[in-house]
């Protein structure tokens, strides 16, 4: 049963950042831009957030409160990621560029500038930004004793602020997209946004918001990865970016099948690191480096599943095409 309870606990903290990044994306291309910068925004995110983790822990701050430090963690990372996201915008919106050359570029720019920043505050060669220990949540917070539990186990294990902010996030995410008039508006800049347009939307505005909320959402999965991969930070964060993009698609662009498909991914990421302790799973003791073929098991997943799912796939029909407010 404990390793069940790992297993799930594992799976349920992996999979918050393929859901906040996911929905990030959705919120991007449902406004008409295509966003493959979701990984650079990740490191993005990710970097200043640690870095304010790192000065909060040397300052005392971060041990004497550890939930207030990581809360302005989340919102650092938030913030970082939706203005670095707005470079993406300003070249898709104003400019008119190819907007995945642009998203490339910007995740080509993320690791370089992680590295530069790094090494510049803590020495040339210190590529690592170690993730206080006081960041989770632990049974010591409740004021419960700690118990060899199965609920326990499940909660405790891998509990970070995170997770209970994703899943507000996502129930946010729902209204505002389907509830509210910006929702509305923002996906009709995606869909027909010359229709839009015609009724008095600003689609410009709206694609700058789309994109602004993207990188909001992006900044904070990649702090949220950082802290449920546990080595700190290293200026990347595993493709996840990309693999939230496969998430957003098998999800169909909507937040509720978003949730489902971040789980089934993340599952199949923590079977593969689990591999050697679920015990029905083969071992392939014959063949050689075989410890890497359960690690390749959530990308032929995500690979296979797109293959089966690509014809039911409805993206907005206006996404990657610049807006040209003279055409008709």
């Known amino acids: 049963m404990k390793i069940i309870a790992d297993i799930l606990s594992a799976t349920i903290v992996f999979a918050v950042p393929l859901l906040l990044v996911a929905l990030g994306g959705m919120f991007s291309e449902r406004s008409g831009v295509i966003n493959i910068a979701l990984e650079g925004i990740m490191v993005v995110g990710a970097l200043f957030s640690c870095l304010v983790l790192r000065a909060m822990d040397v300052s005392g701050f971060g041990p004497a409160h550890p939930q207030t430090a990581m809360l302005l963690a989340i919102l650092v990372a ?37 590295i530069t920043v790094t090494w510049a505050i803590q020495g040339q060669g210190q590529t690592t930004i170690l993730i206080p ?51 509305l508006r923002l996906r009709s800049c995606g869909e027909h946004p010359q229709a839009a347009d015609s009724v008095g939307i600003n689609v410009y505005r709206m694609r700058y918001a789309g994109v602004f909320i993207s990188g909001f959402l992006g900044g904070i999965g990649g702090l949220a990865y950082t802290v449920a991969a546990g080595s700190g930070f290293q ?77 039911k796939s409805r993206a907005p029909k206006a996404e990657g095409i610049p807006y040209d407010k003279g055409q008709r």
């Open 78 to 114: 938030a913030l970082t990621g939706a203005v670095f996201s707005l470079l993406l915008a300003f070249a898709s919106v104003h400019l008119k560029a190819d907007q995945t050359i642009g998203g490339t570029a910007l995740n080509m720019l993320a690791p370089a500038l992680a």
């Open 133 to 183: 220990t006081w960041v989770r949540i632990t049974q010591a917070n409740f004021g419960m004793e700690v118990q060899d539990t199965f609920l326990q186990n499940l909660v405790f294990k891998s509990f970070y602020l995170t997770t209970p902010l994703a899943i507000l996030l996502l129930v946010v995410a729902a209204i505002l997209l389907y509830k509210t008039r910006f929702g």
């Open 235 to 311: 200026s990347a964060v595993a493709g996840y970016g990309f693999l939230a993009l496969a998430v957003m698609i098998f999800g169909n662009w909507k937040p509720l099948n978003i949730l489902g498909a971040s789980l089934f991914f993340a599952l199949f990421k923590i079977i593969g690191s689990y591999s050697a302790s679920i015990p029905f799973l083969p071992n392939f003791q014959n063949v050689k480096s075989s410890e890497y073929i359960y690690l390749m098991l959530p990308y032929i997943v995500t690979m296979t599943v797109l293959v089966l799912t690509s014809r």
